[in-house]
């Protein structure tokens, strides 16, 4: 019945990618408007996020940015069924590229595609691999279905490289001396195996400290891709490479990537993904911040 129950589901889907995107979007934000209306476990997740990261702001304010993140949110997830199905045409209309010209660097060095977790971060993955053959990190899914759409999604356009979770960075590092730039999510709590507390928005979050450690094993430059979510689309833009990175240690070089996501989050609130428990790791004695 559950693999019945998800070929239903992904046919729903499959359907779904016909629509024109305004009419996708505007079941998107209902959709998105009944999640933060029922999901009570992530509504809280997302306030908390929000609190902590923006407490000047009134507990009203607050609230009317999650709504629209909540909205913006399911509005990308409806948006993947273009990713997985439409047409190259139509996605090279509806995903616009702008800085292409930092994809590749004069002078052969690897390249990390450096990108936060904005809501629009799948349809920037689908265009970096019309682009070019690209390399990232999955985690396998428990529902085998689920898991060999999404790994079709990904192989598309371009053969890329998948490196799984459990593998670490030796694949990575493997894929980047070939040539392949690295697509990278760098801002998720992992747990404290792997991670070290820098802050972020003030509040030390348990961050895996790769981006450095990549860069100083590999060569590799920074270039940051920024997918934003806009009314006919998206806009992603590659800007150009950290100069002077990486700095004096691992820890500056953590630090300085979360502040400029910081900058990055400030220019569109809405479109960060507060629905992750992204302070869900403490330091030694510090008080949960999550029910």
């Known amino acids: ?25 505007a079941l998107g934000a209902l959709l998105g408007r009944l999640l933060y209306r029922f999901g009570r476990e992530r509504r ?17 304010d607050r609230e009317q940015l999650a709504r629209r993140h ?26 616009r590229l702008r800085g292409g010209e930092h994809l590749r660097s004069a002078d052969g060095r690897p390249t990390i595609l450096l990108a936060p977790h904005f809501v629009g971060l799948d349809a920037g993955g689908t265009r970096m691999t019309m682009e070019a053959p690209v390399c990232s990190v999955y985690s396998n899914q428990k529902n085998p279905v689920l898991n060999r759409l999404l790994y079709a999604g990904r192989m598309r356009f371009n053969p890329s490289q ?8 030796r694949k990575v590092v493997k894929y980047l001396k070939e040539g392949y730039p690295f697509y990278y999510l760098p801002d998720m ?44 689309g998206y806009e992603v833009e590659l800007q150009p490479a950290w100069e002077n990175f990486p700095g004096a240690s691992v820890e500056a070089d953590t630090e300085f990537m979360n502040r400029f ?30 029910k």
């Not at 998948?162 to 960075?169: D, I, T, V």
């Not at 450690?213 to 997918?227: E, H, Y």
């Not at 990055?264 to 030694?284: D, G, I, N, S």
Request: contains cysteine; glycine residues 6%.
């Open 1 to 25: 019945m559950k693999k019945l129950a998800t070929y239903c589901g992904l046919g729903l889907l499959w359907w779904l990618h016909w629509l024109p995107l305004p009419w996708l979007r």
């Open 44 to 60: 809280e997740v997302a306030l908390t996020n929000l609190r902590l990261c923006f407490p000047a702001l009134s507990a009203v």
């Open 70 to 95: 909540f909205v913006a949110f399911a509005q990308a997830v409806l948006d993947r069924t273009l990713g997985w199905w439409a047409p190259r045409g139509r996605l090279e209309r509806l995903i």
């Open 162 to 169: 998948l490196a799984s979770r459990q593998e670490g960075l």
């Open 189 to 232: 709590d992992f747990g404290p195996k792997e991670s070290i507390f820098s802050p972020f928005f003030g509040v030390q979050a348990a961050t895996i400290p790769a981006l450095s450690r990549l860069v100083r094993l590999t060569g590799a430059r920074v270039v940051p891709c920024i997918t934003r979510q806009v009314a006919d």
């Open 261 to 290: 996501i910081e900058s990055e989050v400030l220019k569109m609130p809405e479109q960060y993904f507060w629905l992750h428990k992204r302070f869900k790791t403490r330091p030694a004695g510090e008080q949960r911040f999550y």
